[in-house]
């Protein structure tokens, strides 16, 4: 098994230094073990663990989420089920901010509708509409 130092593990798993820090004190990785001179050494699983990471979170995981993932991952106990059911819950928070992100669209599409782009901007519909506490 190679022994990496935190940079060299930050390289293979295509993260900075300081991204390693973080998931060590966050729990996702855990603590490696110090050579006699005090340097940290991570096994080669670790980089498959920040790989791991990365990608989780590029599905819209939380750092939090993917703790539990990891958790799963090692846990005797836990089905293939117990993941489906994590990935189909992500699934409904993704559609529900693409909903809101829709309404979003929608609302500013008709604050720009409104706006003929000339004049005062003391007079903009749009900043008026924004200023409005009862709308929107």
Do not use: W
């Amino acid at each position: 098994m190679e022994a990496l130092t935190r940079g060299e593990l930050a390289q293979q798993g295509r993260v900075n230094s300081e991204t390693i820090r973080y998931y060590e004190r966050r729990g996702l990785l855990p603590k490696p073990p110090r050579t006699p001179s005090g340097y940290r050494v991570f096994s080669s699983d670790a980089v498959r663990r920040v790989r791991f990471i990365k990608r989780a979170q590029g599905l819209g995981f939380s750092l939090k989420e993917i703790k539990a993932l990891l958790a799963l991952r090692v846990d005797p106990r836990s089905s293939c089920g117990d993941v489906r059911k994590r990935a189909e819950a992500k699934i409904g928070e993704i559609e529900a901010k693409v909903r809101m992100l829709l309404g979003m669209k929608k609302a500013l599409g008709r604050l720009t509708a409104a706006c003929a782009g000339r004049g005062r901007v003391s007079h903009c519909p749009i900043l008026e509409s924004l200023d409005a506490e009862d709308r929107l």
